[in-house]
């Protein structure tokens, strides 16, 4: 199994994906997702801006999934994550992991967002409602916690 990793501009549509990963299989038991949304931080944020650097954000994510892909059994394994002005409610982040038993799915699904937060080379910049431009946003501690269970 080869993960699929994008990164790219546009929205995606997490039916389309799950449909592209389950269509003609029957010997799949669980596909778990997480999609990450911009918040609008109490209505003050008017967009968030995110920036990568192109080949080594791909190539990073891209261990991480495999890596994930070595320690469970998994059927597929998909990543997408969007740069450039995200408005608040629009899609930022997807993982789809699909097994033949959900607790593989689960497992892999929450190690790939533990370390698309932490290891993945993306920046963020608030973009006020007010129409000020905020600051980078900074990693937070919690996020790193969260990825040392891993190992």
Do not use: N
């Not at 994906?17 to 008017?46: H, K, N, P, Q, Y």
């Not at 080949?55 to 495999?66: H, K, N, P, S």
């Amino acid at each position: 199994m080869t993960p699929l990793v994008r990164i790219q501009r546009e929205d995606f549509s997490l039916q389309d994906e799950i449909d592209a990963l389950s269509a003609g299989r029957a010997d799949i038991g669980a596909v778990v997702s997480f999609t990450g949304l911009c918040r609008d931080e109490a209505g003050t944020l008017a967009a968030l801006e995110l920036e990568h650097y192109p080949g080594m954000a791909d190539a990073e994510i891209a261990r991480v999934a495999t890596e994930a892909a070595g320690r469970w059994p998994l059927m597929g394994l998909v990543a997408i994550h969007r740069y450039g002005l995200v408005k608040p409610g629009e899609q930022i982040v997807l993982v789809l992991a699909v097994s033949a038993h959900r607790r593989a799915a689960f497992e892999a699904a929450d190690f790939m967002m533990d370390y698309l937060k932490t290891r993945a080379p993306f920046w963020k910049r608030e973009h006020r409602a007010d129409g000020t431009l905020g600051g980078w946003v900074e990693a937070k501690a919690d996020d790193d916690d969260a990825a040392k269970r891993w190992g």
